[in-house]
């Protein structure tokens, strides 16, 4: 019993690493990042992890450890590190970026945060939820509710949906649907929201929550998201692959 019990939780007996690096030159101090880190992983502790149930390990470094995921500041995706930095690391562990100076007024906390949550359910960026024969929807924990937030530990970290957001049938009253309870169905969004959808397996596009909300996204710098690596036109630099082939 006890060694079946261990195969059903798999790795989730052990929270996996996650390696912090700042690369940003002036707008994050060393300080600031240590505060910002202890804030996630006390946001992720108390709010994520009794919804998602798989722990992690944050912590500060500029040498991760091989085994190590990775969370990492840039100050744009022209930074002289983000080059080598794709989907994967050079070892082929997961990767999330986040740009400072593309943030615009939104907290970094915030960005932080809704790459973090959407990085540890889907590391790969390649699952996606199915709402009918015909439509998928990418396993993505932020974007739907990606300008809502609360506040941990005096920084705003963002909102995010609950599993049942990604399950097409009819839920029970008073089932909440993302963790401020916003939202009242699966794959509904906000006014400041987005999706990522697959049509007829194939197509892959993005609905909005208002057409305000298209525009500030049409305005951003996508290159280097990990959400642009679910869609062949999406602004991101080349993966590992392709860089490989080139050589």
């Not at 992720?44 to 149930?53: C, I």
């Not at 709402?131 to 990418?138: D, E, H, L």
């Not at 699966?186 to 909300?213: D, L, Q």
Request: proline share 6%; net charge positive.
């Amino acid at each position: 019993m006890k060694k079946a019990r261990r195969a059903l939780l798999g790795r989730s007996l052990k929270p996996v690493r996650i390696a912090c690096i700042n690369y940003t030159e002036e707008t994050i101090s060393g300080r600031m990042m240590s505060k910002l880190t202890a804030a996630l992983q006390k946001c992720y502790d108390k709010h994520f992890l009794p919804v998602w149930g798989y722990p992690v390990d944050l912590y500060v470094t500029r040498k991760p450890k091989a085994t190590d995921w990775q969370l990492v500041y840039f100050d744009d995706a022209s930074h002289k590190n983000m080059l080598g930095r794709h989907e994967l690391t050079h070892r082929g562990q997961p990767i999330s970026k986040i740009f400072v100076k593309a943030l615009g007024e939104e907290p970094v906390s915030v960005a932080a945060s809704h790459e973090l949550f959407e990085m540890v359910l889907d590391p790969m960026a390649n699952l996606w939820a199915d709402k009918n024969p015909n439509t998928q929807y990418a396993y993505e924990m932020c974007d739907a509710v990606e300008e809502d937030s609360f506040v941990v530990a005096r920084f705003e970290m963002s909102n995010f949906v609950y599993p049942s957001w990604f399950e097409p049938f009819e839920h029970p009253q008073g089932t909440k649907f993302d963790h401020k309870g916003t939202l009242k169905a699966p794959f509904s969004m906000t006014e400041g929201g987005y999706v990522i959808k697959k049509v007829n397996g194939r197509k892959v596009i993005k609905a909005f929550g208002s057409p305000e909300k298209r525009r500030r996204f049409n305005a951003e710098d996508r290159r280097g998201h990990r959400s642009e690596f679910r869609d062949p036109q999406g602004e991101h630099h080349p993966g590992r692959r392709a860089s490989r082939r080139r050589g």
